[in-house]
C-alpha cells in the first residue's frame, strides 16, 4: 500500500478498491461553497524573494510533519501539500492487462473517498498540472477537465469551500496560508456545474453507470420487499393472537 507520497515528477504504484455507493450528490455537512473564484483574489498577491524566504523559513519552523519548503537560487521553491480525495462517481482506470489488438484495458472503480494524497510540488504548478498530477497516480484515464481542485479554509469559525482556477499555484496558497491543514486543505472533487455532464463520459463509463443503477435498484426492491415481508408477519402474528386458539 502506497503511503500516499507523491512527486510531479515521479510515479507510484497505487492500489484501488471498490466500495458501493451513489454517484448523485448527496447532502452533507453545514460547509459553505464559494463558488466565486474572483471574489477571492483579493486575499492573494505576490511577493518579492525576500518576503517569499522569509515565509519560507517562518514555515518550515512551525511545520510539524518534516514536510518542509525549499527556496533555489532562481526563485522558485518547492515543498508539499496534501490533496483529499473526495470522488463521488467511480473513475476510468488503466488496467495491466491488454485486451484483443493489445489495447489496454480500462475498469472503472471507487476511489476510497476521503484519503489524503500528498505532491511533491513547485511554486511553478498550476492547479491545473496538479490535477493532471493526482489522476497520473491513480492511473485514471479520465478527462482532467472533469475534476476540479477546490481549497477549504475556515473564517470567523466558519468553513467555506472555494474552487480553485486552473492557473492558480497552490504551493503559494499552501506558504500564505502555513502549514495547518485546520487552516487551509486542498479536496479533488468531480466539477459541479448542477447538472452531470453526461456527454463528457465515455461509452463504457456510462454503460458502468447503468450496471451501478440496476445493482442499486435491485438492492432497493429487495430491501423494500423484506421490510414489507416483516410487517405481513407481524400483522400476521396479531391477528392470530387477538383470535386467539382456534
Same mark, same amino acid.
Given at each position: 500500500?502506497?503511503?500516499?507520497?507523491?512527486?510531479?515528477?515521479?510515479? #507510484?504504484?497505487?492500489?484501488?478498491?471498490? $466500495?458501493?455507493?451513489?454517484?448523485?450528490?448527496?447532502?452533507?455537512?453545514?460547509?459553505?461553497?464559494?463558488?466565486? +473564484?474572483?471574489?477571492?483574489?483579493?486575499?492573494?498577491?505576490?511577493?518579492?524573494?525576500?518576503?517569499?524566504?522569509?515565509?519560507?523559513?517562518?514555515?518550515?519552523? %512551525?511545520?510539524?510533519?518534516?514536510?518542509?519548503?525549499?527556496?533555489?537560487?532562481?526563485?522558485?521553491?518547492?515543498?508539499?501539500?496534501?490533496?483529499?480525495?473526495?470522488?463521488?462517481?467511480? %473513475?476510468?482506470?488503466?488496467?495491466?492487462?491488454?485486451?484483443?489488438?493489445? $489495447?489496454?484495458?480500462?475498469?472503472?472503480?471507487?476511489?476510497?473517498?476521503?484519503?489524503?494524497?500528498?505532491?511533491?510540488? #513547485?511554486?511553478?504548478?498550476?492547479?491545473?498540472?496538479?490535477?493532471?498530477?493526482?489522476?497520473?497516480?491513480?492511473?485514471? $484515464? /479520465?478527462?482532467?477537465?472533469?475534476? $476540479?481542485?477546490?481549497?477549504?479554509?475556515?473564517?470567523?469559525?466558519? +468553513?467555506?469551500?472555494?474552487?480553485?482556477?486552473?492557473?492558480?499555484?497552490?504551493?503559494?496558497?499552501?506558504?500564505?496560508?502555513?502549514?495547518?491543514?485546520?487552516?487551509?486543505?486542498?479536496?479533488?472533487?468531480?466539477?459541479?456545474?448542477?447538472? +452531470?455532464?453526461?456527454?463528457?463520459? #465515455?461509452?463504457?463509463?456510462?454503460?458502468?453507470?447503468?450496471?451501478?443503477?440496476?445493482?442499486?435498484? /435491485?438492492?432497493?426492491?429487495?430491501? +423494500?420487499?423484506?421490510?414489507?415481508?416483516?410487517?405481513?408477519?407481524?400483522?400476521?402474528?396479531? %391477528?392470530?393472537?387477538?383470535?386467539?386458539?382456534?
Amino acid at each position: 500500500m502506497s503511503s500516499g507520497y507523491s512527486s510531479l515528477e515521479e510515479d #507510484s504504484e497505487e492500489y484501488f478498491f471498490t $466500495a458501493r455507493t451513489s454517484f448523485f450528490k448527496k447532502p452533507s455537512g453545514k460547509v459553505t461553497v464559494n463558488k466565486d +473564484v474572483e471574489k477571492e483574489r483579493e486575499l492573494r498577491t505576490e511577493f518579492s524573494r525576500e518576503e517569499i524566504r522569509q515565509r519560507i523559513e517562518l514555515y518550515n519552523s %512551525v511545520t510539524k510533519d518534516h514536510l518542509k519548503m525549499t527556496l533555489s537560487p532562481t526563485g522558485v521553491y518547492t515543498g508539499f501539500i496534501k490533496v483529499q480525495m473526495d470522488l463521488r462517481r467511480p %473513475v476510468t482506470v488503466r488496467g495491466a492487462q491488454r485486451g484483443a489488438g493489445g $489495447a489496454v484495458v480500462e475498469e472503472a472503480f471507487y476511489l476510497p473517498r476521503g484519503v489524503t494524497n500528498t505532491l511533491h510540488i #513547485s511554486s511553478c504548478n498550476t492547479v491545473k498540472q496538479v490535477i493532471g498530477a493526482l489522476l497520473s497516480k491513480f492511473t485514471v $484515464a /479520465d478527462n482532467p477537465a472533469k475534476y $476540479a481542485l477546490y481549497k477549504r479554509y475556515r473564517r470567523e469559525e466558519q +468553513v467555506y469551500v472555494c474552487k480553485l482556477a486552473d492557473g492558480e499555484q497552490p504551493l503559494f496558497l499552501r506558504l500564505v496560508a502555513g502549514p495547518d491543514t485546520d487552516t487551509l486543505s486542498f479536496v479533488l472533487r468531480e466539477q459541479q456545474t448542477g447538472e +452531470v455532464m453526461w456527454d463528457a463520459f #465515455s461509452i463504457p463509463e456510462l454503460r458502468n453507470f447503468l450496471r451501478i443503477l440496476d445493482k442499486e435498484e /435491485d438492492e432497493q426492491r429487495q430491501a +423494500v420487499i423484506r421490510r414489507y415481508e416483516a410487517y405481513r408477519q407481524r400483522l400476521q402474528e396479531a %391477528v392470530r393472537e387477538v383470535r386467539g386458539p382456534s
